[in-house]
């Protein structure tokens, strides 16, 4: 099987199929890197280029290690340090990286519809890594593939995400991708914070924390930033720590086995305790050695990989 | 020169029954309207099987002469109007600099008189600079040319400063044109709704034009001025002006025919040409446009457009400007999706398309009788064609109908009895 179209640009229309294909190629790339000498020749030859319009350290260096172990060639272009202070349009820079050869590009944006304007423009593929607050695609893979590992399966499972709905895109991944793959998804932040109509995508929304958490499988906690508060979004940090906040108590409420996950970086004592983002429940560095493994095999995929030549040797 | 218009389907909203008749222009004004006229000398146009309708009015363009030539020039724009059907448009004030003085107001109805095409009627700023604070010198406006007064692209957000403004232009028996939007509620890019919230754009509340048409409305009343709300999109809007209409408040509306048409659906995909401010709405909100418009509540149908180049629209869905062309689109949407549906008959078609803007504006149009210019828009009611961008006359290209089909088309217009 393949994956429909070059680009990976979101989970809205991707199939339950080609998410579970992308997840289980995924499972090689991790055994991957879990050796000593982590480096297959298999896209020797290939460019990569990773355009970052916002800055973002996490990720960047995901995609640039999973290009890495893969063999690719690949270049980091800061929105700060290319030509878009030069008032380069995007259409611009993205036919300049295709014209300097790049077979990839992923391109991390603040603006929803960027990595869709980009893959418009060109005939490489394009990797969203983050628009605005539409999707963030390989960080929904990666959490569907960090709960998989841990719990086996995706179907029937309560996952609870928790924060600024409105302005996440990984929170809108999140709920395509895992009611896609038969989990339901629960919502929950303060109503200033619940964008309009999120229902419709398919997940239930809840005032209460504690609502939400309850019998929850898996809790997603979002990052809170602090530019929303200065916005009259939610009235301080305290206040939201202490209705929203997950700390051992509230954590208490999701199932015995409930995983903790968080994209990252994490506010200790905002959004979540240091003690349960420590604790035993807590995925947040698996998640971030698994988003390694998931962009591998996207890489590996939209570079025209196959059945045929998983590279498991 | 005389022109004999024979056996067109006379579509006149000032007269009773529509009746297939002849027309006779002679020196630029109509010189008869009957059946079976005979002119000797006069060229004959068998116009057997045609529409033949008032010239258009479009009460609500951009030309943006002065200073945003790249967009679109007077010269462009009335040319665009003609192949459009509209014979006369009024074209809003947001130019560089913008028309909030009568220097401005002359530049543009020089600019023409050179082109010699569409007439065009300047619309004045509220305010200077249309910055919503001091009143720009309405009355000279009006010596000028001005026939109407508006701040549009902006709303007056001072609800003082409309107040005085509504006081002012009653004095001088003009028109406010507003545009409303809340500001403080708006600053999004789209409808805010169950597709902002999955494209993750920033949305803008139907709220932030309502809470703006009420207003507007109240303060019509308080000063007994005359009110026109432009482009309006939503339910919410439909019902606060058929209220006030109900009470007797001095209110007119027009919507556009990407309101009465499209839904916020179409902003999947980001395509730049579906961004327009009011934005495009709910499917909830067309269908009471609809409404609006079938029970006279929405008095005009207006094309807001607003042309912009290739490069300002090939950018992000955040960064590209709010507008889109629709002169050369309109007659085929409204025939479309109003008189062939049923939802208008072509007579209302044709009212909210030339007799009540002109009456509105106060402007010289929308009639066909014996003795007013011979303004003339003939259209085919059956023919289909297929939109195409690069045809139009218009610079922008910037259409969410491209590639359309659609049914209806003006295949001629006649400007003081001069064919286009």
């Not at chain 1, 593929?125 to 390989?138: F, L, R």
């Not at chain 1, 309560?158 to 919502?187: K, L, N, P, Q, Y």
């Not at chain 2, 309502?210 to 309006?232: P, Q, Y």
């Not at chain 2, 590639?403 to 006649?414: A, E, I, Y």
Request: glycine share 10%; with cysteine.
């Amino acid at each position: 099987m393949t994956l429909q179209g070059k680009d990976l640009l979101g989970l809205l229309h991707k199939t339950e199929s080609e998410i579970e294909y992308i997840l289980d190629t995924a499972v090689p790339m991790k055994e991957i890197i879990s050796r000593p000498l982590k480096k297959v020749p298999t896209l020797r030859g290939r460019t990569i280029v990773n355009v970052f319009y916002e800055p973002s350290t996490r990720t960047r260096t995901s995609f640039e290690l999973a290009a890495k172990y893969l063999s690719a060639d690949s270049v980091n272009i800061s929105g700060s340090a290319s030509s878009v202070v030069k008032g380069e349009s995007l259409v611009d820079t993205a036919r300049t990286v295709k014209a300097l050869g790049a077979d990839i590009i992923v391109v991390r944006h603040a603006m929803a519809g960027a990595a869709e304007l980009m893959a418009r423009t060109v005939s490489a593929s394009v990797i969203n890594a983050g628009d605005g607050a539409h999707e963030h695609p390989t960080q929904a893979l990666l959490d569907m593939f960090t709960v998989r590992e841990a719990k086996g399966t995706l179907k029937g499972l309560e996952v609870a995400i928790i924060g600024d709905i409105t302005h996440s895109r990984v929170a809108r991944s999140d709920i395509w991708g895992f009611s896609r793959m038969g989990a339901r998804v629960r919502v929950c932040g303060p109503p200033t914070m619940i964008p309009h109509g999120i229902d419709t995508m398919g997940c239930k929304i809840f005032d209460k924390v504690e609502d939400a958490l309850e019998g929850a499988d898996v809790v997603i906690v979002l990052r809170i930033q602090n530019e929303r508060q200065q916005q009259g979004l939610f009235p301080g940090l305290r206040e939201y720590a202490n209705m929203y906040g997950i700390n051992s108590k509230r954590l208490g409420l999701a199932a015995p086995d409930a995983l903790l996950m968080h994209p990252g970086p994490i506010n200790r004592g905002v959004e979540l305790t240091g003690e349960v983002a420590d604790g035993q429940q807590s995925l947040i560095e698996t998640q971030v050695t698994n988003g390694v493994a998931v962009r591998m095999a996207i890489l590996y995929l939209l570079a025209g990989g196959g059945d045929a030549n998983v590279p498991v040797d | 020169m005389s022109l004999l218009i024979k056996n067109g389907i006379i579509i006149d909203p000032c007269a009773e029954n529509r009746a297939v008749k002849d027309i006779l222009v002679e020196n630029g004004k109509i010189a008869g309207v009957s059946e079976h006229l005979t002119a000797p000398e006069a060229e004959v146009l068998d116009a057997t099987d045609k529409l033949v309708t008032p010239g258009l009015v479009d009460m609500h363009v951009h030309l943006r002469e002065p200073g945003f030539e790249a967009k679109e020039t007077v010269q462009t724009g009335t040319l665009a109007a003609l192949k459009g059907g509209f014979t006369s448009v009024a074209c809003m004030p947001n130019t560089y600099p913008v028309a909030d003085n009568a220097s401005v107001i002359r530049y543009i109805l020089g600019r023409a008189q050179e082109a010699g095409n569409a007439k065009v009627y300047p619309v004045g700023a509220i305010t200077k600079n249309s910055e919503g604070s001091e009143l720009a010198p309405m009355a000279e406006l009006k010596e000028a040319g001005a026939v109407a007064f508006s701040d549009d692209g902006k709303p007056v957000n001072d609800a003082a400063v409309m107040r005085r403004a509504m006081e002012y232009a009653k004095m001088l028996d003009a028109v406010i044109i507003s545009h409303c939007e809340e500001s403080t509620l708006a600053g999004g890019v789209m409808h805010e709704g169950t597709i902002s919230t999955m494209l993750g754009l920033k949305g803008i509340p139907a709220a932030a034009e309502e809470v703006m048409v009420a207003r507007d409305v109240i303060l019509a009343r308080l000063t007994g001025c005359r009110l026109h709300i432009a482009h309006v999109s939503t339910a919410g809007s439909v019902q606060i002006i058929r209220e006030a209409k109900s009470r007797g408040i001095k209110v007119t509306a027009e919507t556009t025919p990407h309101h009465f048409t499209l839904t916020h659906d179409y902003v999947h995909g980001y395509d730049t040409a579906t961004k327009v401010n009011p934005p495009l709405r709910a499917p909830e909100d067309v269908e009471a446009i609809l409404a609006g418009l079938a029970d006279g509540t929405i008095d005009v149908i207006a094309t807001d457009h607003a042309p912009h180049t290739e490069e300002e629209k090939n950018v992000e869905y955040d960064l590209a400007p709010f507008g889109l062309v629709g002169l050369e689109t309109a007659v085929g949407l409204v025939w479309s999706q109003l008189v062939l549906p049923g939802f208008l008959t072509a007579e209302q078609a044709v009212a909210k398309l030339s007799l009540n803007p002109a009456r509105i504006l106060g402007v010289p149009a929308g009639s066909l009788e014996v003795g007013a210019p011979a303004d003339i828009t003939i259209i085919e009611p059956r023919q289909e064609w297929e939109v195409n961008p690069e045809s139009f006359a218009s610079k922008g290209k910037n259409t969410p109908f491209a590639g359309r089909k659609l049914t209806g088309k003006p295949v001629m217009t006649l400007v003081n009895g001069t064919r286009f």
